[in-house]
């Protein structure tokens, strides 16, 4: 099998053309001659032993692949995208001419770097010496341009996709809607769970007691501050009615669960914060604090 990356065939373009503008041509010792010698002498090549003809074959593909650029008009600083091209061979000295992803009309704004495809916000161009490939972030994950050496890609909370609206469509498994995120396990009175997929594989993750998962900031919260959480319902307590009123509404108000003396409830703006006081502590009411166990007495 021959197996050739076109920045080898572009190399041996380069040289060919400097022959050529020296008066000959050619693509083994003591032969020569202008370029459409490759079609006529064939001559040359019957004499050829066999085992030289499938080596021969593949320098052909890649000086046919040349002729599509004709030498006074390439250059050694061109940006035409040909890395991304290979000739692959198959069985008995085939070949078989296959493109990942070729974008003849991509060009690199610097020599060397990253740079955000127009109009797709999960796709980039990737510049090495000039030569330009156009690449997609794994599904679920977004192109951030302000990332110079790591990974490109990355959540899409921390990417900014203004000009940029179009993705790839999502690849959906079994446990996972799209194969890379955090997502939201439970309804709105089930807020404490959150599952990390990577590979479409899902990871399931418990917020700290008392928080829900937030899925605008990836973070665990005070179940209050997350949009679609319902905190009365989540933690099983509700603050009295009148800390909902204006007039309360920097109001702080402590109150004992009537579950566990280690837990008690904070009310923020008139909405529930559940705290724990740890192993060996209780909440007591006549400091509105934790205090030690044994001075806690009502229980």
């Known amino acids: 099998m021959f197996v050739e990356d076109t920045r080898g065939g572009r190399a041996k373009m380069i040289k060919a053309c400097e022959a050529e503008e020296a008066g000959s041509f050619g693509f083994g010792s003591g032969t020569a001659g202008a370029r459409h010698d490759l079609d006529d002498d064939h001559s ?3 004499s050829l032993q066999h085992s030289r003809l499938r080596e021969l074959s593949s320098v052909i593909q890649i000086l ?19 890395n991304q091209n290979r000739f692959i061979g198959a069985n008995q000295g085939d070949f078989a001419y296959t493109n990942t992803k070729q974008q003849t009309s991509i060009s690199c704004p610097e020599r060397n770097g990253r740079f955000p495809v127009p109009s797709e916000c999960d796709a980039y161009i990737e510049c090495i010496d000039g030569v330009p490939e156009e690449k997609l972030c794994p599904e679920g994950l977004l192109f951030n341009p302000e990332v110079r050496f790591n990974f490109p890609c990355g959540y899409p909370i921390d990417v900014d996709c203004d000009g940029r609206p ?20 439970g309804d709105h009175q089930n ?12 990871h399931i993750f418990d917020c700290p007691e008392g928080l829900a998962f937030n899925a605008e900031s990836y973070r665990c919260d005070w179940p209050d501050q997350v949009p679609d959480c319902d905190a009365e319902a989540f933690l099983g307590f509700r603050c009295p009615e009148e800390l909902s009123n204006p007039e309360h509404r920097y109001q702080i108000r402590f109150f004992r669960s009537i579950l566990d003396c280690q837990r008690y409830y904070v009310c923020v703006n008139g909405r529930p914060r559940l705290q724990n006081c740890g192993a060996g502590r209780a909440f007591n009411e006549l400091i509105d604090a934790c205090d030690a166990a044994a001075n806690v007495t009502g229980w």
């Open 44 to 46: 040359f090549v019957d």
């Open 191 to 202: 807020c404490g769970q959150f599952m990390n997929c990577a590979e479409g594989r899902g």
């Open 64 to 82: 046919l692949f040349g002729l599509l650029m004709p030498c006074h008009r390439y250059n050694r600083d061109s940006n035409f995208a040909i």
């Open 166 to 185: 179009n993705r790839q469509p999502p690849q959906p498994s079994e446990d996972c809607p799209h194969q890379y995120g955090y997502f939201k396990i």
